[in-house]
């Protein structure tokens, strides 16, 4: 219960740290299966907590959804405002990372590029981005 006060917690994510405890197996599947039906945990509201974090901190859709994955949660979809709201995030990154201006070069276009989509931002995300800046270097 104590790791459910702090923070939330993907089913995956409880029972790794269960077991890493040396509670049998057994105990801990019907442990998480019982706090998930009491409301305790829950998947759906740890990735609607984990993609707004994420969405913060300026990470793009196909990063969180990497992420969650990894927590064995699939399927899951930014609600309809977020995924929108995608190129807004994108100019808010770049902004933040390169003042809003545009590569002056193919080398500086490439290196934009790479540091974006390692943010999560989808190639057509960056080539809308780009677009909008004027960007020179790669045709579109």
Do not use: C
Not at 15 to 26: H, N, P, T
Not at 75 to 97: N, S
């Amino acid at each position: 219960m104590r790791y459910l006060a702090r923070r939330e917690h993907s089913s995956k994510e409880l029972r790794q740290k269960l077991i890493s405890k040396d509670f049998a197996q057994e105990l801990v599947a019907e442990v998480v299966k019982e706090f998930a039906v009491l409301g305790y945990q829950s998947d759906e509201r740890f990735a609607t907590m984990l993609a707004a974090t994420r969405r913060r901190q300026g990470y793009g859709a196909l990063r969180i959804r990497q992420e969650l994955r990894q927590h064995a949660i699939d399927g899951f979809t930014l609600p309809k405002g977020e995924e929108a709201e995608e190129h807004d995030e994108i100019k808010r990154v770049h902004q933040r990372q390169y003042a809003g201006k545009a590569p002056g070069t193919p080398k500086d276009r490439l290196a934009q590029e790479r540091f974006l989509r390692r943010r999560g931002f989808s190639g057509e995300e960056i080539v809308r981005l780009f677009r909008h800046l004027g960007a020179v270097g790669r045709n579109d």
